[in-house]
């Protein structure tokens, strides 16, 4: 009889054990565990991740196959991200361009491109202001902060917070991706969310 509990005790560690390491690996989903100083401390896929993302102006049009949410800390700030997932790569190109065109943005010349200074020329302000959508948000102004061209990735003040969101693709599907930052330091954020289109 004991015999047969230390072996019931032996297969029940082992099967919780496989169950742990496997929540473990599935939890990490699509995120890296840092970005810069940044640790990731929560993670949502499936249902969860879904629904928030049903609630986000533009990002909702996206058609979800699949949804992530995830929070990073760290010493400055937290940045929460979110990324709708497209059945297929065209989908997601053709509402991509579809939320970047309602919100304002543009894949043309015609915007100026960040120079570093947000918010702290006059020019960069009278170009934000003739970009107001309403009083909570700006028009998205594409960023030039890669060294590459894809992906675009633009930034956008709403809710008195600033905002960035690009897209990424390969041959069978398209992801995109919004982030959010708690932190005013510009230089920071940037940073970040340079390392966040490489590793996520």
Known sequence: MKRTHIAIVIVLTAVLAASFLYVSDSRKSIFTERLGDMTLTRYETGEVAAQQISNMYGLKEIPLAKGYSAVYRGNKATMRIWVAEAP?????????????????????????????????????????????????????????????????????????????????????????????????????????????????
């Open 88 to 200: 297929d790569h065209n989908i997601a190109n053709d509402a991509f361009n579809a939320m970047n065109s309602m919100l304002g943005g543009s894949t043309g010349h015609e915007e100026h491109e960040y120079s570093g200074d947000v918010g702290q020329t006059d020019s960069h302000k009278s170009h934000s202001d003739a970009g107001m959508m309403n009083d909570n948000f700006t028009r998205p102004v594409k960023l030039d902060i890669m060294e590459f061209v894809k992906p675009e990735v633009y930034m956008m003040n709403a809710n008195n917070a600033v905002n960035y969101y690009y897209f990424k693709m390969n041959y069978n599907m398209g992801r995109v991706y919004w982030i959010i930052f708690d932190s005013p330091d510009m230089g920071y954020q940037l940073s970040i969310v340079k390392q966040a289109v490489m590793d996520i």
